[in-house]
Protein backbone atom coordinates (compact mmCIF):
# COMPACT_ATOMS: atom_id res chain seq x y z
CA UNK A 1 0.00 0.00 0.00
CA UNK A 2 1.41 3.01 -1.29
CA UNK A 3 1.05 6.89 -0.64
CA UNK A 4 0.74 9.22 -3.36
CA UNK A 5 0.42 12.73 -4.15
CA UNK A 6 -1.49 13.84 -7.67
CA UNK A 7 0.41 16.95 -9.21
CA UNK A 8 -2.80 19.71 -10.15
CA UNK A 9 -2.73 22.72 -11.93
CA UNK A 10 -4.01 24.71 -14.80
CA UNK A 11 -2.97 23.44 -18.52
CA UNK A 12 0.56 24.61 -19.74
CA UNK A 13 1.87 25.33 -15.69
CA UNK A 14 4.64 23.32 -15.28
CA UNK A 15 3.36 19.90 -13.88
CA UNK A 16 4.89 17.57 -15.94
CA UNK A 17 8.35 19.76 -15.77
CA UNK A 18 8.15 18.84 -11.79
CA UNK A 19 6.74 15.79 -12.13
CA UNK A 20 10.06 14.29 -14.13
CA UNK A 21 11.79 16.64 -12.08
CA UNK A 22 11.13 14.09 -8.85
CA UNK A 23 10.88 10.98 -10.82
CA UNK A 24 13.25 11.19 -13.79
CA UNK A 25 10.64 9.48 -15.52
CA UNK A 26 10.83 11.49 -19.05
CA UNK A 27 7.00 12.25 -19.41
CA UNK A 28 5.94 13.89 -22.13
CA UNK A 29 6.20 17.79 -21.41
CA UNK A 30 6.00 20.40 -24.03
CA UNK A 31 4.72 24.17 -24.29
CA UNK A 32 1.33 23.48 -25.21
CA UNK A 33 -1.92 23.17 -23.21
CA UNK A 34 -3.35 19.23 -22.60
CA UNK A 35 -0.16 17.90 -23.22
CA UNK A 36 -0.54 15.78 -20.69
CA UNK A 37 -3.75 13.34 -21.02
CA UNK A 38 -3.08 9.91 -19.32
CA UNK A 39 -1.79 10.15 -15.46
CA UNK A 40 1.81 9.60 -15.35
CA UNK A 41 2.67 8.21 -11.82
CA UNK A 42 6.14 7.87 -10.69
CA UNK A 43 7.59 6.25 -6.88
CA UNK A 44 9.97 9.10 -5.33
CA UNK A 45 13.02 8.45 -2.70
CA UNK A 46 11.88 10.53 0.63
CA UNK A 47 15.34 12.03 1.28
CA UNK A 48 16.30 11.52 5.24
CA UNK A 49 19.32 13.43 7.09
CA UNK A 50 18.24 10.94 9.88
CA UNK A 51 18.61 7.51 7.45
CA UNK A 52 22.16 9.17 6.19
CA UNK A 53 23.13 9.51 9.98
CA UNK A 54 22.74 6.10 11.01
CA UNK A 55 24.04 4.29 8.11
CA UNK A 56 26.90 6.26 8.31
CA UNK A 57 27.05 5.20 11.85
CA UNK A 58 26.30 1.72 11.55
CA UNK A 59 27.80 0.95 7.77
CA UNK A 60 25.06 -1.49 6.46
CA UNK A 61 25.58 -3.43 3.05
CA UNK A 62 22.51 -1.48 1.90
CA UNK A 63 20.31 1.38 2.82
CA UNK A 64 16.63 1.66 1.97
CA UNK A 65 14.89 5.23 1.78
CA UNK A 66 11.04 5.22 2.10
CA UNK A 67 9.11 6.36 -0.73
CA UNK A 68 5.78 8.18 -2.38
CA UNK A 69 3.99 7.89 -5.22
CA UNK A 70 3.86 11.35 -7.17
CA UNK A 71 0.48 11.21 -9.92
CA UNK A 72 1.40 13.69 -12.85
CA UNK A 73 -2.85 14.81 -13.76
CA UNK A 74 -3.98 15.97 -16.85
CA UNK A 75 -4.39 20.00 -16.59
CA UNK A 76 -7.53 21.68 -15.73
CA UNK A 77 -9.51 24.30 -16.77
CA UNK A 78 -12.88 26.82 -15.89
CA UNK A 79 -16.08 24.80 -16.38
CA UNK A 80 -14.21 21.33 -16.10
CA UNK A 81 -16.85 20.02 -13.23
CA UNK A 82 -19.38 20.60 -16.86
CA UNK A 83 -17.13 18.22 -18.94
CA UNK A 84 -15.15 21.32 -20.78
CA UNK A 85 -11.25 20.56 -21.47
CA UNK A 86 -10.65 17.16 -20.43
CA UNK A 87 -13.64 17.49 -17.49
CA UNK A 88 -14.25 14.31 -15.55
CA UNK A 89 -11.82 12.64 -16.94
CA UNK A 90 -9.43 14.46 -14.65
CA UNK A 91 -11.53 15.01 -11.62
CA UNK A 92 -11.78 10.88 -11.29
CA UNK A 93 -7.60 10.86 -11.76
CA UNK A 94 -7.35 13.48 -8.58
CA UNK A 95 -10.21 11.30 -6.61
CA UNK A 96 -7.84 9.10 -6.52
CA UNK A 97 -5.12 10.79 -5.04
CA UNK A 98 -4.42 10.90 -1.23
CA UNK A 99 -3.08 14.53 -1.29
CA UNK A 100 -3.30 17.12 -3.77
CA UNK A 101 -0.03 18.88 -4.95
CA UNK A 102 -1.01 22.34 -6.55
CA UNK A 103 1.28 24.18 -9.10
CA UNK A 104 0.82 27.77 -9.69
CA UNK A 105 2.46 29.92 -12.39
CA UNK A 106 4.42 32.92 -10.83
CA UNK A 107 6.71 33.30 -13.42
CA UNK A 108 6.14 36.21 -16.89
CA UNK A 109 8.20 34.37 -19.80
CA UNK A 110 5.91 35.80 -22.75
CA UNK A 111 7.30 32.29 -24.68
CA UNK A 112 5.21 30.14 -22.82
CA UNK A 113 1.09 30.45 -22.97
CA UNK A 114 -0.95 30.93 -20.31
CA UNK A 115 -4.66 29.71 -20.84
CA UNK A 116 -6.33 32.77 -19.54
CA UNK A 117 -3.72 34.97 -21.65
CA UNK A 118 -2.15 36.33 -18.32
CA UNK A 119 -0.53 35.57 -15.70
CA UNK A 120 -2.53 35.40 -12.27
CA UNK A 121 -1.91 33.22 -9.25
CA UNK A 122 -5.09 34.10 -7.32
CA UNK A 123 -7.50 33.75 -10.48
CA UNK A 124 -5.99 30.76 -11.46
CA UNK A 125 -6.25 28.69 -8.02
CA UNK A 126 -9.87 30.74 -7.88
CA UNK A 127 -10.33 28.23 -11.20
CA UNK A 128 -8.59 25.04 -10.04
CA UNK A 129 -10.37 25.55 -6.83
CA UNK A 130 -14.10 26.09 -7.47
CA UNK A 131 -13.99 23.47 -10.51
CA UNK A 132 -13.14 20.86 -7.50
CA UNK A 133 -15.88 22.55 -5.52
CA UNK A 134 -18.34 22.30 -8.11
CA UNK A 135 -17.40 18.20 -8.66
CA UNK A 136 -17.98 18.45 -4.52
CA UNK A 137 -21.42 19.84 -4.69
CA UNK A 138 -22.52 17.41 -7.24
CA UNK A 139 -21.36 14.78 -5.25
CA UNK A 140 -22.67 16.09 -2.15
CA UNK A 141 -26.03 16.66 -3.79
CA UNK A 142 -26.79 13.31 -5.12
CA UNK A 143 -25.61 11.38 -1.85
CA UNK A 144 -28.02 13.79 0.48
CA UNK A 145 -31.20 13.01 -1.83
CA UNK A 146 -30.39 9.25 -1.40
CA UNK A 147 -29.82 9.43 2.49
CA UNK A 148 -32.59 11.90 3.44
CA UNK A 149 -34.52 9.22 1.49
CA UNK A 150 -32.96 6.23 3.35
CA UNK A 151 -33.36 8.31 6.29
CA UNK A 152 -36.63 8.52 6.67
CA UNK A 153 -37.16 4.60 7.96
CA UNK A 154 -35.81 6.21 11.47
CA UNK A 155 -32.13 4.92 11.44
CA UNK A 156 -30.83 7.06 13.89
CA UNK A 157 -27.02 6.47 12.11
CA UNK A 158 -28.75 7.04 9.41
CA UNK A 159 -30.16 10.86 10.30
CA UNK A 160 -26.96 12.02 11.66
CA UNK A 161 -25.30 10.90 8.43
CA UNK A 162 -27.76 13.20 6.94
CA UNK A 163 -27.26 15.92 9.08
CA UNK A 164 -23.76 16.22 8.14
CA UNK A 165 -23.77 15.49 4.75
CA UNK A 166 -26.65 18.58 4.59
CA UNK A 167 -24.31 20.37 6.87
CA UNK A 168 -21.33 20.08 4.80
CA UNK A 169 -23.42 20.45 1.59
CA UNK A 170 -24.37 24.25 2.32
CA UNK A 171 -20.97 25.11 3.35
CA UNK A 172 -19.95 23.57 -0.32
CA UNK A 173 -22.57 26.05 -1.67
CA UNK A 174 -21.14 28.92 0.14
CA UNK A 175 -17.75 28.18 -2.00
CA UNK A 176 -16.07 26.87 1.40
CA UNK A 177 -13.28 24.38 0.63
CA UNK A 178 -13.79 21.51 2.88
CA UNK A 179 -10.55 20.98 4.10
CA UNK A 180 -10.80 23.38 6.87
CA UNK A 181 -14.25 22.81 8.40
CA UNK A 182 -14.54 18.68 8.05
CA UNK A 183 -13.94 17.33 11.39
CA UNK A 184 -12.60 14.07 12.66
CA UNK A 185 -16.38 12.81 13.54
CA UNK A 186 -17.44 13.84 10.18
CA UNK A 187 -14.85 12.25 8.26
CA UNK A 188 -16.02 8.68 8.72
CA UNK A 189 -19.55 9.67 7.28
CA UNK A 190 -17.83 11.39 4.19
CA UNK A 191 -15.41 9.22 3.34
CA UNK A 192 -16.95 7.02 0.96
CA UNK A 193 -17.44 9.98 -1.28
CA UNK A 194 -13.78 10.83 -1.63
CA UNK A 195 -14.40 14.57 -1.94
CA UNK A 196 -11.62 16.81 -3.47
CA UNK A 197 -11.67 19.94 -1.91
CA UNK A 198 -11.52 17.72 1.46
CA UNK A 199 -7.89 16.37 0.39
CA UNK A 200 -4.81 18.44 1.90
CA UNK A 201 -3.12 20.76 -0.38
CA UNK A 202 0.20 21.87 -0.78
CA UNK A 203 0.53 24.71 -3.03
CA UNK A 204 4.34 24.83 -5.18
CA UNK A 205 4.67 28.58 -7.07
CA UNK A 206 6.40 27.98 -10.02
CA UNK A 207 9.07 30.82 -10.13
CA UNK A 208 11.67 31.60 -13.14
CA UNK A 209 15.51 32.30 -11.33
CA UNK A 210 14.74 35.89 -10.51
CA UNK A 211 12.08 34.89 -8.35
CA UNK A 212 14.02 31.96 -6.38
CA UNK A 213 16.30 34.76 -5.33
CA UNK A 214 13.90 37.35 -4.38
CA UNK A 215 9.69 36.53 -3.78
CA UNK A 216 8.32 38.52 -6.95
CA UNK A 217 4.99 39.48 -6.92
CA UNK A 218 3.03 36.57 -8.08
CA UNK A 219 4.26 34.35 -5.01
CA UNK A 220 3.87 36.53 -2.23
CA UNK A 221 -0.01 36.35 -3.91
CA UNK A 222 -0.06 32.85 -3.94
CA UNK A 223 1.76 32.74 -0.02
CA UNK A 224 -1.23 34.79 1.14
CA UNK A 225 -3.45 32.30 -0.69
CA UNK A 226 -2.06 29.40 0.77
CA UNK A 227 -1.67 30.96 4.68
CA UNK A 228 -5.86 31.85 4.40
CA UNK A 229 -6.45 28.45 3.56
CA UNK A 230 -3.96 27.09 6.19
CA UNK A 231 -1.95 25.01 3.66
CA UNK A 232 1.62 25.16 2.72
CA UNK A 233 3.32 26.63 0.42
CA UNK A 234 6.83 26.21 -1.44
CA UNK A 235 8.52 27.92 -4.04
CA UNK A 236 10.92 26.61 -6.29
CA UNK A 237 11.51 26.83 -10.28
CA UNK A 238 10.40 23.32 -11.93
CA UNK A 239 12.47 24.41 -15.09
CA UNK A 240 15.41 24.56 -13.00
CA UNK A 241 14.51 21.63 -10.83
CA UNK A 242 14.14 19.48 -14.10
CA UNK A 243 17.67 20.64 -15.02
CA UNK A 244 19.31 20.39 -12.15
CA UNK A 245 17.87 16.71 -11.51
CA UNK A 246 20.20 15.85 -14.61
CA UNK A 247 23.06 16.37 -13.10
CA UNK A 248 25.42 14.30 -11.32
CA UNK A 249 25.47 14.45 -7.44
CA UNK A 250 29.15 16.40 -7.58
CA UNK A 251 27.89 19.08 -10.39
CA UNK A 252 24.25 19.32 -8.67
CA UNK A 253 26.24 20.36 -5.65
CA UNK A 254 28.40 22.90 -7.40
CA UNK A 255 25.04 24.06 -9.17
CA UNK A 256 23.41 24.78 -6.36
CA UNK A 257 26.09 26.60 -4.31
CA UNK A 258 26.59 28.90 -7.43
CA UNK A 259 22.48 29.48 -6.60
CA UNK A 260 23.14 30.39 -3.42
CA UNK A 261 20.78 27.72 -2.59
CA UNK A 262 21.32 24.39 0.11
CA UNK A 263 19.10 22.14 -1.36
CA UNK A 264 16.81 21.76 -4.38
CA UNK A 265 13.71 22.35 -4.16
CA UNK A 266 12.29 19.08 -4.92
CA UNK A 267 13.22 18.02 -1.51
CA UNK A 268 11.24 20.43 -0.41
CA UNK A 269 8.18 19.25 -2.52
CA UNK A 270 8.79 15.95 -1.41
CA UNK A 271 8.94 16.52 2.84
CA UNK A 272 5.99 18.74 1.91
CA UNK A 273 4.47 16.12 0.40
CA UNK A 274 4.84 13.57 2.93
CA UNK A 275 3.79 15.78 5.57
CA UNK A 276 0.70 16.03 3.78
CA UNK A 277 -0.07 12.71 3.94
CA UNK A 278 0.58 12.39 7.91
CA UNK A 279 2.94 9.85 7.45
CA UNK A 280 6.01 9.49 10.01
CA UNK A 281 9.26 7.32 9.74
CA UNK A 282 10.55 4.96 11.62
CA UNK A 283 14.05 2.36 10.98
CA UNK A 284 14.82 -0.61 11.17
CA UNK A 285 19.01 -0.66 11.83
CA UNK A 286 21.01 -3.70 11.08
CA UNK A 287 24.41 -4.57 9.83
CA UNK A 288 22.76 -5.69 6.75
CA UNK A 289 20.41 -3.20 5.82
CA UNK A 290 19.17 0.37 7.12
CA UNK A 291 16.59 1.11 6.52
CA UNK A 292 13.06 3.47 6.21
CA UNK A 293 9.57 2.33 6.77
CA UNK A 294 6.40 4.64 6.44
CA UNK A 295 3.55 4.75 8.72
CA UNK A 296 0.33 6.90 9.34
CA UNK A 297 0.89 9.20 12.57
CA UNK A 298 -0.39 7.31 15.67
CA UNK A 299 0.07 3.77 14.53
CA UNK A 300 0.36 0.97 17.68
CA UNK A 301 4.16 -1.24 17.51
CA UNK A 302 2.36 -4.51 16.73
CA UNK A 303 0.96 -2.91 13.40
CA UNK A 304 4.24 -1.07 12.16
CA UNK A 305 5.71 -4.97 12.77
CA UNK A 306 3.12 -5.73 10.35
CA UNK A 307 4.61 -3.08 7.52
CA UNK A 308 8.30 -5.28 7.73
CA UNK A 309 6.22 -8.92 7.65
CA UNK A 310 3.39 -10.39 9.16
CA UNK A 311 5.11 -13.03 10.50
CA UNK A 312 6.67 -10.31 12.95
CA UNK A 313 3.56 -8.61 13.88
CA UNK A 314 1.90 -12.01 14.81
CA UNK A 315 4.52 -13.26 16.58
CA UNK A 316 4.83 -9.72 18.17
CA UNK A 317 6.77 -10.79 21.61
CA UNK A 318 8.15 -6.97 21.97
CA UNK A 319 9.88 -3.82 20.42
CA UNK A 320 13.34 -2.42 21.72
CA UNK A 321 13.18 1.10 20.76
CA UNK A 322 15.28 4.14 20.68
CA UNK A 323 14.54 7.69 19.92
CA UNK A 324 16.89 9.26 16.78
CA UNK A 325 18.06 11.81 19.37
CA UNK A 326 19.45 8.85 21.38
CA UNK A 327 21.04 7.21 18.80
CA UNK A 328 22.77 11.30 17.50
CA UNK A 329 23.90 11.12 20.58
CA UNK A 330 25.60 7.46 21.12
CA UNK A 331 25.89 6.45 17.22
CA UNK A 332 25.87 2.58 18.06
CA UNK A 333 22.51 0.34 19.23
CA UNK A 334 25.27 -1.74 21.37
CA UNK A 335 26.65 1.08 23.09
CA UNK A 336 22.71 2.21 23.95
CA UNK A 337 21.91 -0.49 25.29
CA UNK A 338 25.09 -0.61 27.48
CA UNK A 339 24.05 2.61 28.31
CA UNK A 340 20.32 1.22 29.03
CA UNK A 341 18.77 3.63 27.27
CA UNK A 342 16.89 1.13 25.38
CA UNK A 343 13.30 1.00 26.08
CA UNK A 344 11.33 -2.39 25.88
CA UNK A 345 7.83 -1.46 24.46
CA UNK A 346 4.74 -3.92 24.15
CA UNK A 347 2.47 -4.04 21.25
CA UNK A 348 -0.01 -1.24 22.32
CA UNK A 349 2.86 1.51 22.25
CA UNK A 350 2.61 4.21 19.34
CA UNK A 351 5.43 4.36 17.25
CA UNK A 352 7.00 7.91 17.06
CA UNK A 353 8.66 9.71 13.94
CA UNK A 354 12.24 9.02 14.07
CA UNK A 355 12.26 5.68 15.85
CA UNK A 356 14.48 3.11 15.68
CA UNK A 357 13.21 -0.25 16.50
CA UNK A 358 13.96 -3.69 16.46
CA UNK A 359 11.36 -6.98 16.66
CA UNK A 360 11.02 -9.84 18.98
CA UNK A 361 9.00 -12.27 17.60
CA UNK A 362 8.08 -15.59 17.55
CA UNK A 363 6.39 -17.95 15.44
N1 LIG B 1 9.77 27.86 -14.07
C1 LIG B 1 9.63 27.84 -15.40
N2 LIG B 1 10.15 28.83 -16.18
C2 LIG B 1 10.02 28.79 -17.52
N3 LIG B 1 9.37 27.83 -18.20
C3 LIG B 1 8.83 26.83 -17.51
C4 LIG B 1 8.93 26.78 -16.06
N4 LIG B 1 8.28 25.66 -15.64
C5 LIG B 1 7.82 25.05 -16.76
N5 LIG B 1 8.15 25.74 -17.88
C6 LIG B 1 7.80 25.40 -19.27
O1 LIG B 1 6.39 25.42 -19.42
C7 LIG B 1 5.99 24.51 -20.46
C8 LIG B 1 4.84 23.62 -19.94
O2 LIG B 1 5.36 22.72 -18.96
P1 LIG B 1 4.68 21.31 -18.67
O3 LIG B 1 4.56 20.48 -19.89
O4 LIG B 1 5.40 20.75 -17.51
O5 LIG B 1 3.22 21.80 -18.21
P2 LIG B 1 1.97 20.94 -17.71
O6 LIG B 1 1.41 21.70 -16.56
O7 LIG B 1 2.34 19.53 -17.49
O8 LIG B 1 1.00 21.08 -18.94
P3 LIG B 1 -0.24 20.13 -19.43
O9 LIG B 1 -1.36 20.48 -18.51
O10 LIG B 1 -0.45 20.59 -20.83
O11 LIG B 1 0.19 18.71 -19.34
C9 LIG B 1 7.24 23.73 -20.84
O12 LIG B 1 7.72 24.28 -22.04
C10 LIG B 1 8.20 23.99 -19.68
O13 LIG B 1 9.54 23.92 -20.06
MG1 LIG C 1 1.64 17.82 -18.35
Redesign the pocket.
Known amino acids: MGFNCGIV????????????ALTKAGA??????????DPNIGIVEVPDERLDFISDCIKPKSTVATTIEFV?I??LVKDASKGEGLGNKFLSNIREVDAIVH?V?C?D?T??SHVSGKVDPIGDVEVINMELLLADLDVLEKALTKVKKSAKSGDKELKIKSDVLEKIYNKAAEGVQLRNIVSGDDMKYIKEFNLLTVKPVLYVA???EDGLAIDNDYVSQLKKVAEKENAGCVKI????E?EIAELDEEEKNEFLNEMGLEKSGLEKVIAGGYELLDLITFFTAGEKEVKAWTIKKNTKAVDAAGKIHSDISRGFIRAEVCSFDIFKEYKSLQKIKEAGKMRLEGKEYIVKDGDIIYFRFNV
Open positions: GLPNVGKSTLFNESANYPFCTIDAGIRFEDINVDSCKLA
